[in-house]
């Protein structure tokens, strides 16, 4: 599938409408709940700005119930103060939409290019800024995103020509009306290396000048100390315990665990008449089918009767609620460790992950996670971050694990099946550079 200018690569990033020059074809990255939008935009400035150049500007979305912010480069042709065009169409079709969370357009522009907005519960999607050269990838790329799943679209907007159900068909500019120029609550690109920014970078870059300093310093003074004592006959000092591995070093393979959780899944799924199995929760290590009695002709000797026949080794059984409820369970074998330094940055794996949940018809959450681990001598040592995402997903735990494991230094912490809704739910924490 395209992204926001694969198939117009080299091609201007910017939309003129009359008078008026726009940013467009950027990457939207969301906001974590924990995280600050300027902490993100710098952690991630440092990679690319999704289209394989270093990013230089950016442009928030902090004031949306979901805030957001695009990367973009000066080198591709942007520049400071542009007003972003998605951030333009959002305002515009939210005040036309009665503020509607949903909405995708597609429009031809006056060179002949094409343009396609995607918003999605109230969040515009990484592929949501989208320029095209030819109609066809255009077109293929607006109608892919209209598939069902992820629930109606409230305001639909497309050419006659490509008769989408229930669009309408203005033109870009006649959808924007009034809102051209833009008003001042549009955001605009921005440069990332603001002067407070070089401030903290000058100020990290002399703390950071510093504690080395001491380290070298300090690293000769235990060598020379050690080296008096053993002059002096005295036994040098055993050098300090080695830090404990990082948390990836233990992570199981993604496509092992969902093998195993996929293989638990259908040997608990037992039919026994007058219960029905309502959930499933499986980690790779152990496994779990909860099931609801129905009727009252079926009583628990039921469930077990079924366990013992037709259930696998070590199976086992219990039964609560006044007998109205049971749930048997599993010892899985410990998937093998497949330790994966984390080796993506953190923009290529959001743009990653966040791809795969909008082609798969699914919905996610994604929150950010550090952790200090123990060093020498129980210690502080170095802080390493994940992005932890919950997905929720029609399809099961086979199809996920081939995207998952393609991601070094990533793990599934817990997978689900909801019975009542024919849905699961994926727990994964994703490590990265």
Request: neutral net charge; charged residues 25%; glycine residues 10%.
């Amino acid at each position: 599938m395209p992204g926001p200018r694969d198939a117009a690569r080299g091609a201007d990033p910017t939309v003129t409408l009359g008078r008026h020059t726009l940013a467009a074809a950027l990457v939207w990255h969301t906001v974590a709940e924990d995280s600050d939008l300027l902490e993100e935009v710098r952690d991630l400035a440092s990679g690319d700005s999704g289209h394989g150049t270093a990013a230089d500007l950016y442009v928030p979305r902090a004031t949306a119930e979901i805030p957001q912010f695009a990367l973009g480069a000066s080198a591709e042709g942007l520049r400071a103060g542009q007003p972003s065009l998605a951030a333009l169409l959002d305002l515009v079709l939210r005040d036309a939409d009665g503020g509607t969370p949903d909405a995708a357009g597609a429009w031809r522009l006056d060179d002949g290019r094409y343009y396609v907005f995607l918003r999605r519960d109230g969040a515009i999607l990484p592929d949501g800024d989208a320029l095209f050269a030819r109609e066809a990838d255009a077109r293929d790329h607006f109608l892919a995103s209209l598939t069902p799943g992820g629930g109606p679209w409230h305001a639909l907007h497309a050419p006659e020509a490509w008769s989408v159900a229930g669009a309408g068909t203005d033109t870009l500019e006649q959808v924007l009306g009034n809102a051209l120029p833009p008003p001042r609550r549009v955001a605009v690109l921005r440069p990332v290396a603001s002067n407070t920014m070089r401030r903290a970078g000058l100020a990290a870059g002399v703390a950071l000048l510093v504690a080395l300093t001491a380290w070298h310093q300090q690293g000769r003074i235990v060598d020379g100390a050690n080296a008096l004592m053993i002059r002096a006959g005295v036994k040098a000092q055993p050098a300090p315990p080695a830090p404990p591995p990082p948390p990836w070093a233990a992570a199981s393979d993604p496509a092992v665990v969902a093998a195993r959780c996929a293989d638990a899944f259908r040997a608990l799924g037992l039919s026994v008449p007058g219960w029905t199995p309502t959930a499933f929760t499986c980690d790779g290590r152990d496994a779990s089918l909860a099931f609801q009695r129905d009727t009252a002709v079926a009583g628990p000797e039921w469930m077990a009767a079924a366990v013992r026949r037709h259930g696998p080794d070590g199976a086992r059984l219990t039964v609560g609620g006044e007998a109205e409820r049971a749930t048997v369970r599993l010892a899985l074998e410990r998937p093998d460790a497949m330790p994966r330094p984390p080796a993506w940055r953190q923009a290529r794996l959001r743009n990653h992950l966040w791809d795969v949940v909008a082609r798969a018809e699914s919905r996610g959450r994604v929150r950010t996670d550090r952790r200090t681990l123990p060093g020498r001598e129980g210690g502080p040592g170095r802080t390493v971050r994940a992005l932890v995402a919950e997905i929720t997903s029609p399809f099961p735990p086979r199809r996920w694990a081939d995207a998952l494991a393609r991601i070094p230094g990533s793990e599934i912490e817990t997978i689900q099946w909801h019975g009542r809704k024919e849905m699961w739910s994926y727990d994964a924490r994703l490590w990265h550079r």
